[in-house]
């Protein structure tokens, strides 16, 4: 049995992904971020770095509880336990971790930036418009990267894989950090095309207040979220 510590989150949705594409037994250890729980001193035992995701695996190596954290590690790791989503090919292998790589990163913490300054930042009174411009040029710069790899491929490796996982959940967060998937139409299909799969298709309650959901976040939330100096209005 594998403990998913989960949130919502693109990082977290790729572990989901890999966990229903592997058909391993998981349960979901709600871990919510607006009320501090990635700061709770037995999860800091799990994940150091207090952040989501992060996996237990009760049946690590030797049959001993193996915890990990770092989406990329444990994408990596279940696909060593189980064989699956690399390549057998060596090449194709290290391929399919160089893009992973990338995603963690690159994609990652770009369209992260651009979604803080583009839906967060605006409504706490910081609207810093270099900032926006700053990771919005970085956020076209990755897509266009992803666009130019996948104009001619079903797949980012010659197969599904890990590296397909790391990327997809960032893509269907386009409007958040400013980007549209028309103006990228092989990313588009690629992320259609994922999104029709079945692990993709798992939803996990959301146990959020219904405010958090839409960002009325408090002054305290702001400050577990996005540091000290986060106001939000009012």
Known sequence: ????????????????????????????RWTDITRGDQFDPDYLQ???????????????????????????????????????????????????????????ANQGPGLGQATHFTTYAPQNGHDDPYARQRF?????????ILEERLRDRDHIVDEFSIADIASFPWTRLGKGHGISLDDYPAVRDWSDRISERPSAQVTVPDQRSEDAKNFRYTPEQYRLLFGADARPVG
């Open 1 to 28: 049995m594998i403990d998913l510590f989960y949130f919502v989150s693109p990082n977290a949705r790729k572990i989901l992904m890999a966990l229903e594409e592997l058909e391993l037994a998981y349960e979901i």
């Open 136 to 144: 919005g040029t970085e956020a076209a710069r990755v897509y266009q």
């Open 46 to 104: 799990v994940n150091p770095n207090g952040k989501i995701p992060a996996i237990v695996d009760h049946d690590g190596p030797g049959g001993r509880p193996l915890a990990l954290f770092e989406s990329a590690a444990i994408l990596q790791y279940l696909a060593d336990k189980t064989g699956r989503l690399l390549p057998a090919d060596p090449g194709a292998r290290w391929e399919a971790i160089c893009w992973t790589v990338w995603q963690v």
